[in-house]
């Protein structure tokens, strides 16, 4: 990859972006009135926007393990982990300090001790992925010196010892009967540390960069993926109706989930392949991939005040007022300078 904007990977992340925000817009929705038309509703869209995160995973992945940037520590420490960490760390003081005001238990000790549990402690459930996201930025160059010293075959080969170990077993585990599945639990002790579920998704991500685009094969990857968003859909059905176990949503152990967000990742490469968009669309679409971050960081704390406190009633208005007002935000906050690198980590 080059230095330019990749829009394949500006869609990919604008889609991320939204689909994070619309599962936590559906959390409360699908929790009441079961199998009713609303329900149904949101059942469809949390199946939609199930791969999100693994999305977002497989884009890091491919972003950074193609720059030639990820051998520079001194890049590392100076630029990416400050851009990632010093908002993390602003937004969580402000997401930890809203939700204290709005659980009616506000004290500095309260603030000062959830910033010092941030270690191992999420300040809220938003914001898990940026734990495994830090370890990756962590470690990247060493994947990238591994990546770029092997060939194509071994890769395969992690990703498939990836998938049998964190995502397959698991997956079965969680499907049998406790008597059985206990024989492919997988413990925390002695699992592999190299392939951790995020882990797997970022070098899954560079992979992908790597695949040769076939002539006339675009259609098949968007079959692919209106099969796997039914199977999601009507799965996840299944689990509520009768009461199994069928990991298909979130980022669980799940095949299904894997697999859309390989044919999403696919998909979408051929359609920048293949349909050149014009430069003012370009623009837009870089636009708001850059607000992305910004997005993630806010979303959470915006979702719980329309839910909590203004008790807006319906997922999609959840979604839509918290989609433009996070990034209304976003964008003003990026027309100032320095402001915009300490909230947001944007250049």
Same mark, same amino acid.
């Given at each position: 990859?080059?230095?330019?904007?990749?829009?394949?990977? %500006? $869609?990919?992340? =604008? /889609?991320?972006?939204?689909?994070?925000?619309?599962?936590?817009?559906? #959390?409360?929705? !699908?929790? *009441?009135?079961?199998?009713?038309?609303?329900?149904?509703?949101?059942?469809?869209?949390?199946?939609?926007?199930?791969?999100?995160?693994?999305?977002?995973?497989?884009?890091?992945?491919?972003?950074?393990?193609?720059?030639?940037?990820?051998?520079?520590?001194?890049?590392?420490?100076?630029?990416?982990?400050?851009?990632?960490?010093?908002?993390?760390?602003?937004?969580?003081?402000?997401?930890?300090?809203?939700?204290?005001?709005?659980?009616?238990?506000?004290?500095?000790?309260?603030?000062?001790?959830?910033?010092?549990?941030?270690?191992?402690?999420?300040?809220?459930?938003?914001?898990?992925?940026?734990?495994?996201?830090?370890?990756?930025?962590?470690?990247?160059?060493?994947?990238?010196?591994?990546?770029?010293?092997?060939?194509?075959?071994?890769? %395969? $080969?992690?990703? =498939? /010892?990836?998938?049998?170990?964190?995502?397959?077993?698991?997956?079965? #585990?969680?499907? !049998?009967? *406790?008597?059985?599945?206990?024989?492919?639990?997988?413990?925390?002790?002695?699992?592999?540390?190299?392939?951790?579920?995020?882990?797997?998704?970022?070098?899954?991500?560079?992979?992908?960069?790597?695949?040769?685009?076939?002539?006339?094969?675009?259609?098949?990857?968007?079959?692919?993926?209106?099969?796997?968003?039914?199977?999601?859909?009507?799965?996840?059905?299944?689990?509520?109706?009768?009461?199994?176990?069928?990991?298909?949503?979130?980022?669980?152990?799940?095949?299904?989930?894997?697999?859309?967000?390989?044919?999403?990742?696919?998909?979408?490469?051929?359609?920048?392949?293949?349909?050149?968009?014009?430069?003012?669309?370009?623009?837009?679409?870089?636009?708001?991939?850059?607000?992305?971050?910004?997005?993630?960081?806010?979303?959470?704390?915006?979702?719980?005040?329309?839910?909590?406190?203004?008790?807006?009633?319906?997922?999609?208005?959840?979604?839509?007022?918290?989609?433009?007002?996070?990034?209304?935000?976003?964008?003003?906050?990026?027309?100032?300078?320095?402001?915009?690198?300490?909230?947001?980590?944007?250049?």
């Amino acid at each position: 990859m080059t230095n330019k904007r990749i829009v394949y990977i %500006d $869609y990919l992340k =604008i /889609l991320a972006m939204l689909g994070v925000v619309m599962s936590h817009s559906l #959390a409360q929705g !699908l929790n *009441k009135d079961m199998f009713s038309f609303n329900w149904h509703v949101g059942n469809f869209f949390l199946g939609l926007v199930s791969p999100a995160v693994g999305i977002f995973f497989m884009v890091s992945g491919a972003l950074i393990l193609s720059s030639p940037r990820t051998y520079d520590l001194k890049y590392l420490f100076s630029h990416r982990i400050v851009r990632l960490i010093v908002p993390f760390l602003i937004w969580s003081a402000i997401s930890i300090t809203v939700f204290m005001y709005m659980d009616g238990n506000a004290s500095l000790w309260f603030l000062v001790n959830k910033m010092l549990l941030l270690y191992h402690q999420m300040p809220i459930i938003a914001f898990w992925f940026l734990y495994p996201l830090i370890g990756f930025y962590l470690l990247s160059p060493i994947l990238k010196t591994i990546v770029d010293r092997t060939d194509t075959k071994i890769l %395969d $080969y992690a990703i =498939i /010892l990836w998938f049998v170990t964190n995502m397959l077993l698991p997956f079965i #585990a969680a499907m !049998l009967p *406790k008597e059985i599945g206990v024989y492919f639990k997988a413990s925390s002790v002695s699992n592999f540390f190299m392939l951790g579920q995020s882990l797997g998704y970022f070098l899954l991500g560079y992979r992908l960069t790597l695949a040769p685009i076939h002539k006339n094969t675009l259609h098949l990857n968007v079959i692919a993926t209106t099969l796997l968003l039914l199977i999601t859909v009507i799965l996840n059905f299944e689990n509520n109706l009768y009461h199994i176990n069928i990991p298909v949503i979130g980022y669980v152990p799940s095949v299904f989930a894997m697999l859309f967000a390989m044919e999403i990742f696919l998909t979408f490469r051929k359609i920048d392949f293949y349909h050149q968009i014009s430069r003012l669309k370009r623009h837009y679409f870089t636009l708001l991939s850059k607000m992305s971050y910004g997005v993630y960081l806010t979303h959470g704390i915006v979702v719980e005040v329309l839910n909590r406190v203004l008790k807006i009633d319906g997922f999609f208005w959840v979604f839509l007022i918290t989609s433009v007002v996070c990034i209304l935000f976003t964008y003003i906050v990026s027309r100032i300078p320095k402001v915009r690198f300490i909230l947001f980590g944007m250049d």
